[in-house]
């Protein structure tokens, strides 16, 4: 089992990512998926969810109307999409998996700084 994040890296204030976690060694399509950060000195925090099917999502409130979860189940596939990037958006992003067992990705750093 993996899931692979990537996508992050440094951005200024006002800019955009597109966060990737690629899946394998798992049914995919049958697990929800979700992306949590972390940033230091801090808990980890819910960004993002989506059901199996992606007909359901859901987001934190600071980050409602910026970023969009989407999945592409033919491709093993979850993606968060970051607009409007905001210094308090910095952390270490990781996908999760969860059926009847929870799996984890390593995470991707997102900086936002000018």
């Known amino acids: 089992v993996q899931l692979v994040e990537s996508g992050g890296g440094l951005v200024q204030p006002g800019g955009s990512l597109r966060l990737s976690c690629a899946a394998s060694g798992f049914t995919f399509r049958s697990y929800s998926m979700s992306w949590y950060r972390q940033a230091p000195g801090k808990e980890r925090e819910l960004v993002a969810s989506i059901s199996s099917t992606g007909s359901s999502t859901a987001y934190v409130d600071s980050v409602k109307g910026r970023f969009t979860i989407s999945r592409d189940n033919a491709k093993n596939v979850v993606y968060l999409q970051m607009n409007n990037l905001k210094p308090e958006d910095t952390a270490v992003y990781s996908c999760?998996?969860?059926?009847?067992?929870?799996?984890w990705g390593q995470g991707t750093q997102v900086t936002v700084s000018s």
């Open positions: 999760k998996a969860v059926l009847f067992r929870v799996y």
